[in-house]
């Protein structure tokens, strides 16, 4: 049987139909600060506005395969230049929204684009003075401001309303790309060294979206809450392009900081979302729980341990026992509206779907969520293969894996247990790389994740850690960090761990400690929270090691962590110590560091 979703060969054929078949539901939602209200556009009015900007593009005279770039939030203007670059075979180049001027520029001169759009004179203008030349630059366009004028570069710039009315005259636009015509240059944000550039085709992203439908099938009336930023692979293909072939509707949020009240507001049917934020809100509930009464809480837990049974047995996976056990027939039921569905709800009433994706997911997250009702489906993938190349399915969601390859794309593992996969999602190549992209295939062309995995269960993929990140002592003992930070988050006391080691005789941790148990735990010591040498001090030091080793207890001997340093300050996408999909950059982090982590090495440690 054929489904729509295999029809299309190039995206501009996804708003093309949508727009044809659902004109006035609704296609995007955001918030509107002046009002203090939520608008929405329709799918005609959308591509009314996509038509203005295809012209405006047509009448620069650009060229098919003309790279055209954007430094833009998440919103409406970032579809709208997306969609009309796409339809008139111009190649986007998506900016991190967030990042440094330098890292910008590389990009610009990198892919050679010839346009830019971004918000303000002033963020323009940290470009043209943070010391690069940008020679392949044309024009600059300002989506919040009238603006306009000439840098000292040369390269005009202008308002977006002054830029759109160039078009007015224009009565013929360009054809839609072909299938292998480049869709995007999405580079890379990566944890080291600077960014390449993936180029991926229109039958690379297409493909992957087909591909997710087998998972997830989508239609009109499901909704999205969108706050990933649009720069990512993961957020473009799973929520947007997806959203825009179903007709689905789609709703910015306001950010991180409010996306319970986005979640409560929207109600959503479908969220993609980086383990970071559904940990967040683990901490939170596991903060409410920590000061409920001795009955409240008691309840609380059952609620999760029969939750977590129920999820176990619907998904085949190895129930865990216990004494109450034969109870559940009788308690599930209750325990499920009374407390699993408050938490559920925190995601709305109408969630469906909750996918997790661009880093790993700690498991004891994952099996709270899973257990209250609210199955977490993680996914896996890299930018290189339009992202998406796992994905947990309904029925047979393991949380300790990331699910099984989508259809049409082949798995299978290489030296070191590295995953290779292949499919006609899997990248055209780095732009202006040949020997990286060379480098990222195996001589019979399957790409190298450099990610070790097994595959042992079912076919499922699981994933045990990023090859170059397993850490080798100076005694030659090999421990994956991850699965030891994830083990000492555990401990609701640590919000943010990295664990330390390579080419040292013993692993030790940097830590970030959450507040208000800091508070507690600097109270149950008699030590001053506010002084600085606290977190230095001998009796605070130690009585963190214990809790870590407390939390570490099933790892082997070497692999505990036998010193530890409390860092001040959480590690952020803003202070360059997270990427935006909230994956530590541990060589940044190291470099900050580097005085406390050399001082945990000298002596023996704890």
């Not at 269960?457 to 850490?471: L, N, P, Q, T």
């Not at 988050?489 to 040292?504: A, H, K, S």
Request: aromatic share 10%; charged share 20%.
């Amino acid at each position: 049987m054929t489904r729509f979703i295999d029809e299309f060969t190039v995206l501009p054929e996804f708003l093309e139909r949508t727009a044809r078949i659902y004109p006035d539901r609704k296609a995007y939602m955001w918030y509107e600060h002046r009002t203090n209200a939520w608008v929405s556009m329709t799918w005609r009015e959308f591509s009314v506005s996509v038509l203005r900007w295809r012209k405006a593009f047509a009448a620069m005279g650009l060229k098919s395969g003309t790279r055209v770039a954007m430094l833009l939030p998440n919103g409406l203007d970032a579809l709208t230049f997306d969609q009309a670059a796409l339809a008139n075979g111009l190649v986007p180049v998506p900016l991190h929204a967030i990042d440094t001027a330098g890292s910008s520029c590389f990009i610009l001169n990198d892919s050679q684009a010839e346009f830019l759009v971004t918000v303000s004179f002033a963020r323009w203008n940290a470009l043209a003075q943070c010391g690069t030349p940008l020679p392949h630059l044309k024009q600059v366009v300002l989506t919040h401001e009238a603006e306009s004028g000439v840098s000292q570069d040369h390269i005009p710039y202008c308002g977006l309303e002054e830029w759109l009315a160039t078009g007015n005259h224009v009565t013929e636009l360009p054809p839609f790309p072909k299938p292998d015509d480049l869709a995007a240059i999405v580079y890379t944000s990566g944890t080291t060294g600077r960014p390449k550039g993936v180029m991926l085709t229109h039958e690379n992203v297409v493909s992957n979206v087909r591909q997710m439908f087998y998972y997830e099938p989508l239609t009109e009336n499901d909704v999205y809450l969108s706050f990933l930023p649009l720069s990512h692979t993961f957020e473009r293909t799973a929520s947007y392009y997806a959203a825009t072939a179903a007709g689905a509707a789609l709703a910015f949020s306001r950010g991180v900081g409010q996306i319970q009240d986005d979640l409560r507001e929207i109600n959503p049917t479908i969220m993609c979302s980086v383990p970071r934020v559904f940990e967040r809100l683990h901490n939170q509930l596991m903060e409410l729980r920590h000061k409920m009464p001795r009955k409240k809480g008691y309840f609380f837990d059952w609620a999760q341990e029969v939750g977590w049974r129920n999820f176990c047995r619907r998904n085949s996976l190895p129930v865990e026992h216990s004494a109450r056990e034969f109870l559940d027939p009788f308690v599930s039921g209750y325990l499920q509206r009374k407390i699993g569905n408050s938490v559920k709800g925190i995601f709305g009433n109408r969630i469906r779907t909750l996918f997790a994706g661009g880093a790993a997911l700690n498991y004891s997250v994952a099996k709270f969520f899973c257990g209250m009702g609210a199955p977490v489906r993680q996914g896996y993938g890299l930018t290189e293969s339009s992202p998406l190349i796992s994905l947990s399915e309904e029925v047979g969601n393991h949380p300790l894996t990331v699910g099984r390859p989508l259809p049409g794309i082949e798995a299978r593992l290489g030296e070191a247990d590295e995953l290779q996969v292949r499919g006609p999602q899997v990248m055209k190549g780095y732009w202006g790389r040949p020997e990286d992209t060379a480098r990222a295939f195996t001589e019979d062309g399957w790409l190298r994740t450099g990610d070790q995995a097994d595959l042992s269960d079912g076919g499922r993929i699981r994933i045990k850690g990023r090859i170059k990140e397993i850490i080798v002592t100076s005694v030659g003992e090999k421990v994956s960090p991850v699965d030891l930070e994830f083990a000492i988050q555990e401990d609701p006391l640590f919000d943010q761990v990295m664990v330390v080691g390579e080419n040292r005789p013993y692993v030790a941790a940097l830590v970030v400690v959450n507040k208000s148990r800091w508070l507690a735990l600097c109270e149950d010591l008699q030590l001053d929270p506010n002084d600085p040498s606290t977190m230095g001090c001998r009796a605070m030091r130690n009585a963190v090691i214990k809790r870590i080793r407390t939390a570490t207890k099933d790892f082997p001997r070497y692999g505990q962590p036998r010193n530890v340093a409390i860092v001040p300050d959480a590690w952020t996408v803003d202070n360059g110590l997270l990427t935006t999909t909230m994956k530590l950059k541990r060589r940044q982090i190291a470099e900050r560091y580097a005085s406390e982590i050399d001082e945990l090495f000298i002596g023996h440690g704890a």
